[in-house]
């Protein structure tokens, strides 16, 4: 029954789409706003129904339904009540389910508020989300359905699978069902794992509000920065959300996948970076459009850009195509997301062309200096584009040419990337660092330098302060050029220290400039310190509240400069109760444990007291859980801000007596998920609705139109 | 004074603009000049990278007594026969046979399973040093290894991936099937 339900729930989603698609371009061709309105009211109808339809899935899979092949293949009899509303999106066919969800989620949000403020794009904005939610739940009815179900043939006895019910098939029987169903994959039982995919769902999805209302802009002809003010803020929650999806999913790996690292550079990991490279680049240089009427073509360019990594990410991760870690399954998607791809991509890019061609995407200013803030915009876009082509390059492009033209495949590992990436990054936490003190029109060196004078001061002050604290044990950083044997090496120091120049220094100009505005208001105002912070973030959010995310990046930076250049590794085997010394720590082997938990796995957990001077400062419980598929090695840690002492258990007799530990000592690591916890904060001032804010802090009227928060 | 200003301000005015037109064209010579260079620089970094990480993809037939492959950076594909990993923890080297499965395949599970049940198949030593041991490395696992072929014929892996595929892809439950 349930099965039924959900089913029929999906097929009128997907209806209603088709139908909104239809009405609202044909209402707008027409000009008929019943036929807008029907539109928009079925493109409404799709939440609820794909809401009963998720609903329909989760019911089946907390009560067990095992005759539904999903419920049958991610959970079983053991599976603890929280993984079953967690495998909700535990496999591809729930997760495509769930991905329609949130993204109706998206777009009714996104028609209920601006349907009044920009009524002209709308149908054409509805007929582009519905299109591409109407794709989703199309390949979800009838490539990947969740309420497939198994049955058992009355003649020959062989179990299939069907969606509807077959005639002459009987029920499979309800016990074996459940004893043979296969439960959760161990490696999805992680806290990081159950809110990573969501995460990276929803920041996915978000961009297909952005993408709409350009679209629209470009088809309707109304290319001013209605589509932009529309579509700003979703940008900006679609941006934090896939921030903080990749961030979970690398906190993920750290934690779960037992190689003391957070990015692997893996082709799908990179396939989700992608998107979040495009969209941090449009999300800075709408900002030009707002502000001087310029970049035009730029942010159609990267708008489009970022929706086709969108599509591109999801076809990499679903399709199976891509051999890596993360892929779903070998599956049937993979050719109509491909097409679906090219589609949207050309279909953006042909409009773009077509209005560019027009003249009607013409700047209205003109770049007037090299130094000037929107010619720094633009480098920043040019580094991110730079960035996402070599990135794409490296994960897609190598491998896939390379087979074409020379039929043998080339494929780029780490070192490609940890060569073509770290210079391009560097070019970003510079321009971080002098772009906000640019001025419009063009700056002097003179007076640019003159505002990078106290940042700078305390940078160098800072270098040194690391300096005399710094660790000093490390390996020398390989840089390769053109070649793998020409490279040479510089000192890690070196390397380090110029790195944290730059991210330093971008992190005191934000600082700095948040400090300067503060001052300014209390001098002014005669306002408290505290009073005068709230104020300046709530009459300028976008402005302030970009720093904060700019803090939160140096953050992520220091960090990942850190643990990458300063990582250490070493292995110990030990004997119970026997006491080894790891640099300034000593490490002592005290117990060891094994025994059967009620969910079905096997636990073998090691305990170690780390101590320090004599004294003991944790206690390290690295463990592996043994699972009917698989084993997985779950790390101990001792965090603290400076690094994490980061212990595996790697290997263990039957006895326990004499256990083998991989031990890594992360520095500066944590920094990459508190980095993210200000990131989000930041985005949040940034995005956070004026409308909600108390009077006194909203501004003047002016700057609520949204155009002018842009100093 | 009427006369003199009628006759100077389009000479004037044509001046003007010329060093305005002049001073645009140099502005944009100036744009033209950096793009240039910034996508010289970033094509020359895509460019060394790519000769500097690139790997090529083979299979274990053809890596197996193959002279020329010996030292080049390799990314590398097979079957794990479960009986010949071996694990030293103490000093983390790790060794175990991948034997060869074809580039093209329909289903991986029975790919694998018939590649580690064919004792006519090529076989490789793989050897990695300084590692942990592989949650996923286990009997008929796909494994995706980089590094190079030595010229003892053994190949020396410095990155390893594992695919189980048989453990997560949807089959039919034969428990099902004989119902009566």
Known sequence: ?711 | MTEMTWEKSPAQEKNKIEEKLKRRKSERLKFIIGGLLILGAVGYLIFSSTLGGASYFKMVDEVVNNSNLVGQSIRLTGAVLGDTIEYDATTGTLSFIVVHIPSDYENLAETLHEAVTDPSRTQLVVQMEDTTMPDLLQHEAQAILTGEIGEDGIFYGTELNLKCPSRFEEQAPEQLASQE
């Open chain 1, 1 to 711: 029954m349930i099965a039924e339900i959900g089913l029929a729930a999906l097929a009128f989603a997907f209806a209603a789409s088709i139908y909104s698609i239809l009405v609202s371009i044909y209402g707008e061709i027409q000009q008929s706003s019943g036929a807008m309105i029907s539109g928009r009211n079925a493109a409404l109808a799709t939440l609820p129904l794909l809401l009963i339809a998720m609903l329909a899935l989760l019911v089946a899979l907390v009560t067990e339904q095992y005759q539904l092949s999903y419920v049958w293949n991610v959970s079983n009899p053991q599976t603890p009540i929280f993984y079953r509303i967690t495998a909700l999106w535990g496999s591809q066919k729930g997760s495509l389910l769930f991905w329609c969800f949130t993204t109706s989620l998206f777009t009714f949000g996104a028609i209920v508020f601006n349907w009044r403020s920009e009524r002209h794009l709308m149908p054409y904005a509805i007929a582009v989300m519905m299109a591409t939610q109407a794709f989703f739940i199309g390949i979800t009815l009838i490539l990947e359905n969740p309420f497939a179900r198994w049955w058992v043939d009355a003649i020959t006895g062989d179990a299939f699978e069907s969606i509807l019910i077959p005639s002459n098939a009987i029920i499979p029987d309800a016990l074996r069902l459940a004893e043979s169903a296969k439960g959760l994959s161990p490696l999805l039982r992680h806290f990081g794992m159950i809110i990573h995919p969501p995460m990276l769902y929803l920041g996915f999805v978000g961009f297909l509000v952005p993408f709409a209302f350009a679209i629209a802009a470009l088809a309707s002809g109304d290319l001013s920065t209605n589509w932009i003010k529309a579509s700003r803020r979703w940008s900006l929650i679609s941006w934090v959300f896939l921030s903080l999806g990749l961030i979970l999913g690398g906190r993920w790996a750290y934690d779960v996948l037992g190689w003391g690292g957070y990015w692997g550079w893996d082709p799908v990991e990179n396939a989700a970076f992608l998107p979040w490279l495009v969209g941090t680049a449009f999300i800075h240089s709408v900002m030009i459009q707002q502000k001087r009427g310029m970049l035009k073509v730029w942010n159609m360019v990267l708008v489009i850009g970022t929706f086709s990594a969108v599509i591109f990410g999801t076809f990499a991760t679903r399709s199976g195509v891509i051999s890596s870690v993360h892929s779903f399954a070998r599956s049937s998607v993979g050719f109509p997301m491909l097409t679906f791809w090219g589609a949207m991509t050309l279909i953006g890019a042909v409009l773009t062309f077509h209005r560019w061609r027009r003249g009607e995407l013409r700047d209205e200013h003109e770049f007037a200096g090299l130094l000037s803030r929107e010619m720094l915009f633009v480098l920043n876009n040019i580094i991110f584009m730079a960035l996402t082509i070599a990135i794409f390059w490296g994960s897609f492009g190598a491998p896939i040419t390379s087979e074409l033209f020379f039929g043998t495949e080339i494929t780029l590992g780490k070192d490609y990337f940890m060569g073509v990436t770290p210079p391009l990054f560097a070019a970003l936490y510079i321009l971080m660092g002098i772009a906000p003190l640019a001025a419009w029109s063009s700056t002097s060196i003179k007076r640019l330098g003159k505002a990078l004078l106290i940042p700078s001061i305390l940078t160098v002050i800072t270098l040194l302060l690391l300096m005399v604290i710094a660790p000093s044990y490390s390996d020398p950083v390989r840089f390769n050029l053109a070649g793998s044997d020409s490279g040479f090496f510089l000192p890690a120091q070196a390397v380090a220290a110029f790195s944290y120049a730059i991210i330093l220094l971008a992190g005191f100009v934000a600082i700095y400039e948040t400090y300067r505005g503060t001052a300014a208001r209390v001098r002014a105002r005669n306002e408290s310190w505290l009073k005068a912070t709230i104020t300046l973030f709530g009459r300028n959010q976008r402005r302030y509240g970009g720093y904060l995310v700019h803090l939160g990046i140096v953050i992520i930076g220091i960090g990942v400069i850190g643990s990458t250049l300063f990582q250490y590794q070493t292995r110990r085997t030990l004997d119970l109760g026997e006491t080894t010394t790891v640099q300034n720590y000593q490490l002592r082997f005290d117990d060891f444990q094994q025994g059967a938990a009620a969910d079905g796995r096997f636990i073998n957990r090691a305990t170690l007291s780390l101590s320090q001077n004599n004294r003991i400062i944790a206690t390290i419980q690295p463990r592996v859980d043994e699972y009917p598929q698989m084993g997985m090695m779950i790390a101990g840690a001792h965090s603290t801000a400076a690094r994490d002492f980061y212990v595996l258990l790697d290997d263990f007799d039957e006895t326990g007596n004499s256990v083998s530990f991989a031990i890594y000592i992360n520095p500066l690591i944590n920094l990459v998920w508190w980095g993210g916890i200000v990131l989000v904060f930041g985005t949040l001032i940034a995005a956070w609705p004026k409308e909600v804010l108390p009077a006194h802090l909203r501004g003047a009227k002016q700057k609520m139109s949204g155009t002018n928060d842009v100093e």
